[in-house]
């Protein structure tokens, strides 16, 4: 059954552009055609015969939204970091993790991507240990790329780690054959991986052609440990309450995350970094050279009082950024809307130049491109699969938005970001599945 969608605004993100008046022809899964409604050939009567015909009234399209990086495990049980309490932070949330029956981590997981899927978001970049959160992802519409969650800092054992973990990841493949989800590894962090675990993911990401997750570049205490080359006090007793093996950098001393990251070889395109709030201009030169990929989380760096990306020197390295709300433990919520929206004034009160078309492009096309699947997905265009979202507005705001299209007005994405909210979505579709 093909069915004809009409809205009074498509914003494609793709070379499309914005359509006012346009149309949407879905078919099996896929956008067959989209355009304007005036140029459809066949007239509306003949149509409505071949075709389901669905009007949705001052409504804008977009493109199904893309979350970068999310923990859909964990709950909103926490306050915001003060001072240097982000060791404290952590600990809380593995001895919640911890204590959580398999039963509680389904009944939050359920709950949050129900929440992410009505806000729009049909593409998620999970990060999880847990077994019950890929079981829910699988069972629900969206897609997702599962990255499993790697710790290990005994260097002794890394091999036996890797095996373990290689294992795990090919009974998942194999027990989930969905085209939706698909897998791959997320090195926690490099305060939770050791120097040849790192090197050995890195490597298999290469020989694999897989994504690699890493949360980089977070904490102090991070930058501590590649210039200490060993924990600071805080983190040694992190360890030592976690009961797990202390990390020890070896002969690394003096030098930042990043460039630690450098010298073992595991700076390459298939890096997906998240947060990188503690990155140097010198960092960033190093990031832009290897082509590692930038994910920012600006509400979860103010939560746990991280600072904040400086958007400046990613500008000046002609670097791209895309966006992800992280878990509800360091965020008021897991809708990626509103995770730009404030990005916006994160980033201006810190003086940043970002324009609200890039923002928009971090949750849509280029999140769709850091992951390879801009062919796909990312924006709305011919033979693309049909993931979108729209969005109700009232008929004095939908006149506002034409108007600024008809004279040719750069601020359409500006208005756009200011007054789409999650509450006046009125359809998502996942593979042109209507799911909420
Ligand atoms: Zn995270």
Redesign the pocket.
């Known amino acids: 059954m093909k069915t004809l969608y009409f809205f009074d605004l498509i914003v494609s993100f793709g070379s499309n552009g914005v359509i006012p008046y346009g149309y949407l022809l879905i078919e099996n899964g896929q956008i067959q055609e989209i355009g304007l409604q005036s140029e459809i050939k066949e007239n509306l009567n003949s149509i409505s015969e071949n075709y389901q015909i669905i009007q949705l009234k001052n409504s804008i399209c977009l493109p199904g939204f893309i979350n970068s990086?999310?923990?859909i495990s964990y709950t909103n049980n926490y306050s915001p970091v003060k001072n240097n309490e982000q060791i404290d932070w952590i600990k809380n949330l593995v001895f919640e993790s911890r204590n959580f029956s398999s039963e509680n981590k389904k009944q939050i997981a359920q709950n949050n991507i129900d929440k992410v899927i009505n806000s729009g978001t049909t593409f998620i970049v999970e990060?999880t240990p847990f077994d019950e959160s890929i079981d829910l992802i699988n069972k629900s519409k969206i897609k997702a790329l599962i990255g499993l969650e790697v710790f290990g800092n005994n260097d002794s054992l890394s091999q036996q780690i890797f095996e373990k973990y290689q294992a795990k990841l090919l009974e998942l493949e194999e027990k989930y054959t969905s085209k939706n989800i698909s897998f791959t590894f997320s090195p926690h962090s490099i305060y939770n991986v050791s120097i040849e675990l790192m090197k050995k993911l890195s490597k298999w990401s290469i020989e694999h052609k897989k994504k690699l997750l890493i949360?980089l570049a977070?904490f102090d205490f991070e930058s501590d440990l590649t210039h200490l080359g060993y924990p600071s006090i805080g983190l040694s007793e992190l360890y030592k309450l976690l009961n797990v093996s202390q990390i020890c950098l070896n002969s690394i001393k003096n030098i930042t995350p990043i460039k630690y990251l450098d010298s073992i070889d595991c700076l390459n395109d298939n890096l997906l970094a998240?947060?990188l709030t503690k990155a140097s201009n010198d960092d960033f030169k190093l990031i832009a050279k290897n082509k590692v990929n930038i994910i920012s989380?600006p509400r979860?760096n103010a939560f746990l009082n991280n600072g904040v990306l400086n958007f400046n020197t990613i500008k000046n390295n002609n670097l791209k950024v895309v966006y992800?709300t992280?878990?509800l433990s360091?965020n008021s919520d897991l809708d990626i809307l509103n995770e730009i929206k404030s990005t916006w004034s994160i980033f201006k009160s810190h003086g940043f130049d970002i324009s609200a078309e890039d923002l928009f492009r971090g949750i849509t096309f280029d999140a769709a491109k850091i992951l390879g699947l801009e062919k796909e997905i990312g924006s709305l265009e011919e033979n693309k699969k049909a993931d979108f979202v729209s969005f109700e507005l009232s008929e004095e705001k939908i006149s506002i938005v034409l108007k600024m299209l008809s004279n040719n007005s750069d601020s359409i994405y500006q208005f756009l970001l200011t007054e789409l909210n999650s509450s006046f979505i009125n359809g998502v579709w996942i593979d042109g599945e209507k799911v909420k």
Do not use: A, L, P, R
Request: hydrophobic share 5%; with cysteine; proline share 0%.
């Open positions: 990086h999310i923990h990060n949360h977070e998240t947060h989380c979860s992800g992280d878990g360091s």
